[in-house]
């Protein structure tokens, strides 16, 4: 079973959102060529905050990019995005949605983030997400989507912690870099991890 997991394309993540990833845009003639593969299962993941969400600088009245204590974990402080059920939230233009056969939603509670499309921060609650993929018996799992720092490597983390066969997708990614080099280092973290960067093409 080949599952093909898009991560959080969503507007807000992409020039004109709140929480933009300049370089976002970038990714979709590649998102696009793995939409035309044989896979067997197409997933996407959410980001899906409540607007008091505790990731978000304003609830706090403090900046973007500071650190604070939410409840018992380091978390960063984010700009306000992804907003359940606003324009922000909604899968970016420039790729069919109607291939995506289920989607799974993260960061819910508004007491601690979730960069995996497993696990919350703290690995308490699930997103549903391992479990239907042990149910369809699944083996081998392409990661792409944004961001390359932050949920694409915490989901491959945990999809190779749950014994897949993780590929990451280099060029369907992009990251957040608040430092420039993070996207470089979440992926050799990744690859020591277990995981195969490839890009598009080689697939
Ligand atoms: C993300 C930070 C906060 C992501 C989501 O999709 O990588 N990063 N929320
Ligand atoms: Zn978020």
């Given amino acids: 079973m080949k599952v093909l997991l898009l991560v959080d394309l969503q507007n807000d993540f992409l020039p004109g959102g709140s929480f933009p990833i ?7 003639p590649a998102i696009n060529k793995l939409l035309k593969y044989p896979f067997d299962i197409i997933l996407a993941t959410k980001d899906w ?72 921060n703290a690995m308490q609650k699930s997103t549903g997400l391992a479990a239907f993929l042990k149910k369809i018996k699944a083996s081998e799992i392409y990661i792409a989507g944004l961001a390359t720092d932050y949920c ?33 280092e979440a992926l050799a973290e990744m690859q020591e991890e277990g995981a195969h960067l490839i890009t598009s093409d080689e697939l």
């Fill in 22 to 28: 300049e370089t976002g845009n970038e990714i979709f």
């Fill in 152 to 184: 694409v490597k915490y989901s491959v983390l945990d999809a190779l912690n749950l014994g897949f066969i993780v590929y990451v997708v280099t060029d369907a990614c992009r990251g957040i870099n608040l430092a420039p080099q993070d996207s470089q």
């Fill in 49 to 120: 905050h409540p607007p008091d969400h505790g990731s978000f600088a304003a609830n706090h009245h403090k900046a973007v990019g500071e650190k604070i204590m939410l409840n018992g974990l380091e978390q960063i402080l984010w700009p306000t995005h992804c907003v359940q059920n606003t324009h922000g939230s909604e899968f970016a233009p420039g790729w069919n949605t109607g291939q995506i056969d289920e989607v799974f939603f993260k960061g819910t509670d508004k007491l601690i983030d979730s960069y995996s499309a497993f696990y919350d």
